[in-house]
């Protein structure tokens, strides 16, 4: 599958990956629905972070469809709400 971080690029990712993901993504949105601004940003960088560990850069010079869009760093509680659907930013 291929993820985009908006603001940095897309990286290749097994799907086997996507449990783990989905984890991070679970915290994510606890804290969003609490409000909890501090863990929100310590779980967004984890989630990212954890995507470009396990992920393979796509070279910029091949623009391939993303399956999954995850937001910037330095996305706000208020953008990533706006991303989000009823599973989060990962589905499953």
Do not use: Y
Request: aromatic share 2%; no cysteine; charged share 35%.
């Amino acid at each position: 599958m291929i993820v985009r971080i908006m603001g940095e690029g897309q990286l290749r990712l097994a799907d086997g990956h996507l449990a783990d993901l989905n984890k991070l993504d679970d915290e994510l949105l606890a804290e969003m629905e609490k409000g909890d601004g501090p863990g929100f940003r310590r779980t967004l960088s984890a989630l990212l972070s954890r995507v470009r560990e396990l992920g393979e850069p796509v070279p910029d010079d091949s623009l391939e469809p993303s399956d999954l869009i995850l937001p910037a760093a330095d996305a706000t509680l208020e953008e990533v709400r706006d991303l989000l659907s009823d599973d989060g930013l990962i589905p499953g």
